[in-house]
């Protein structure tokens, strides 16, 4: 069978992949905090039919020997941590890293997962939480009475608020946020609800105070929003079309080919 069907076949698989990716990358053009996805691939095996340096004559060598590809396939799917735009959003719960780093969340089964998604919310306790009700770590509670527009959050994570009850005028300080930082982030594993965890790839975390040892900074009452570039997706798009409508072409030339060996006569 002619090799190309196949080989024109795997090229049509790995575009798709393409394209699959890059229509997650503009489906969450609005998430915050989300961080783009690149398809990586590589070449499959080859078939050697002549080996280079093969010896011609009792003196000279083949200088170039005979590979035969066989297609693409896909190599990883490597997520890009490139900072996005920061949005002013005027919510006092909203918060931003600025700069390297993760908020640590805590999940219903105890276990720990991190985000760069600062929209935060307070529960029924006044506890800071994600939109999904993950609490923050470490725990940022707000005391009975405070003044919600009162909300003060400095750039390296110490949260104070203002309570009548004690002072009118001198906030008090409630918690101090943590940044957590790895070694390998592209190795963290994405579980969804803008979440990632620890994996073998990405290392233990790093934890330190925001603004310092290399850590970002925190931005109160902003937003950071997704890094994709609608404009540098689309034209990927348009190149991953273009590549799969040429592997398709590869696969009809091959079947015309061997519809062409098919017809003949002796």
């Known amino acids: 069978m002619v090799r190309s069907l196949w080989t024109g076949a795997a090229g049509m698989i790995g575009q798709q992949a393409n394209i699959d990716t890059i229509s997650n990358n503009l489906a969450n053009v609005n998430t915050s905090g989300f961080k783009k996805m690149r398809a990586d691939f590589e070449d499959l095996l080859y078939q050697t039919v002549k080996v280079a340096g093969t010896p011609a004559t009792e003196e000279t060598v083949v200088p170039v020997g005979i590979q035969m590809g066989h297609g693409v396939k896909l190599a990883a799917t490597q997520r890009m941590f490139n900072q996005g735009a920061l949005q002013n959003t005027d919510n006092v719960y909203d918060m931003a890293i600025n700069g390297e780093g993760f908020f640590r969340i805590q999940m219903y089964d105890g276990s720990w997962a991190y985000t760069r998604d600062g929209a935060f919310k307070i529960d029924e306790d006044g506890r800071l939480v994600t939109s999904n009700g993950y609490w923050v770590l470490p725990d940022i509670i707000m005391p009975e009475g405070f003044l919600p527009e009162k909300i003060n959050v400095t750039k390296d994570g110490r949260v104070s608020v203002i309570v009548p009850q004690i002072d009118e005028n001198e906030p008090v300080q409630v918690g101090q946020l943590e940044l957590y930082r790895f070694p390998n982030p592209v190795g ?77 006569k002796r």
Request: charged letters at 20%.
């Open 188 to 264: 963290l594993t994405a579980v969804g609800e803008n979440l990632f965890k620890v994996s073998n790839a990405s290392g233990q975390p790093i934890a330190g105070r925001p603004g310092y040892e290399g850590m970002g900074r925190i931005e109160h009452r902003f937003l950071e929003m997704s890094n994709v570039s609608v404009v540098r997706e689309m034209v990927d798009l348009i190149v991953a079309q273009r590549a799969y409508e040429f592997n398709s072409r590869t696969i009809q030339t091959s079947d015309s080919m061997l519809g062409t060996a098919t017809t003949l």
